[in-house]
């Protein structure tokens, strides 16, 4: 019989065997990546497009853009589409974001030859409604209006202009008047500039066998879609010297707080080591902000630190909502835990604590076919291997308390931070 006296012997994770995206080109020259992996009869398909804000002439053109794709196409209208796609229990996400526009599906196997011929005809021949744009375009400037009033979107709107520069496309300046200046022209040109083969990769995952390749093949494999590859612009980032600001709303009973720096890109040797540091400054719920700022001093309920990589720059971010009354002690307690990495070496239970959880969430992100390929994306995008995911179990099962001082005295100093804060003064 089972001892639960004894407690099971805990192993050192030293490998991790996973599922490997696999790469097949159509007749077109778009890309295929697929993870053939588990036991669900469902595929996940994403078409992505290099049609974010980055290339897009004036605000708000790659985020209307991308979400008209599903207000009417030449075969079907937007009743028709969501009516279908429910019908079949399918799935359609469309997002744009800094670099990229996607066209998400999800499908039972079983129906996805149904779906993928609506889909193309929803990539390929959209016809960009004029009702549906407006109705479109009416109900973002009411989301625009509320988002607004928060403390939290303001201080985020005013941080990425502080950090790049009011015209650079990672700088979020949309503003009403931007509503008003959009038509269906404008859109039009940006879909037939930007979603075409020329532009586009496939990841899909799931059951992803031949006949899944043959579909993919058949509908987006031709030259009837296919226009040159596109020119990627270049933008300079322009940081406001000033490294604090204040952004004023009236009868706010919170502020917003944004503290950030550029960050090493994915391929920069020190990137898997600090990613630990981060965990343990502010990555995770027991982490040096959180145990001070929100148990301790109980000035907010939430305060985290992260990492945002983008494809032409990455920066860190500390982040968190707090009273009015303590915005000056909440700044004087953040600097205070960097410093405390750059003098004080983590403990090495703490450490054995942020490598545990960080494993855990390694695994994490390889289990299952949807998250094996959210993994692969994630270094597909920087144009990485899997020998980073190598590389990042190494660095996390060898990394040592006098590695990261080293690194806090290199990249924690306060002073290099720009801050932002949104509230009432």
Known sequence: MLNRNIQPTVNPIEHIDMVKAEKRLLSNGIPVYFVNAGSQDVVKIDFIFEAGTWFQPANLIASLCNSMLEEGSANYSAADIGEKFDFYGAYIQLTADQNYGYF????????????????????????FPQYELEVLID????????ENQKVKTLCQKKFTQVMFGEVHPYAITNKIEDFDQINR????????????SGNCRIIAAGQIDESVLALLEAHFGGSDWQRNTIETPKYEISPDPQKFHHVEKANGIQSAVRMGK???????????ALSVLVTIL???????????????????????????SLKHVSYLIITTEVGNEYIEPTLKEIA????????ELVSENELETVKSYLLGEFLRDFDGPFALAGSFKAINDFDLDYSFYDDSLHVLRNITSEELMRLAKQYLNSEDFYTVVAGSK
């Open 104 to 127: 998400n599906i999800i499908s039972l196997g079983k129906h996805l030859k149904t779906i993928l011929e609506i889909t193309e005809n929803l990539i390929k021949h959209s016809v």
């Open 139 to 146: 109900k973002n400037k009411q989301k625009f209006l509320l």
């Open 185 to 196: 022209e404008m859109l039009l040109q940006f879909y037939q500039s930007y979603y075409h």
């Open 262 to 272: 550029f960050w090493v890109p994915k391929y920069h040797p020190d990137y898997h």
């Open 282 to 308: 502010g990555g995770y719920f027991g982490s040096r902000l959180m145990t001070n700022i929100r148990e301790e001093k109980g000035y907010t309920y939430g305060i985290g630190s992260f990492v945002l």
């Open 336 to 343: 205070i835990e960097m410093k405390r990495l750059q003098t």
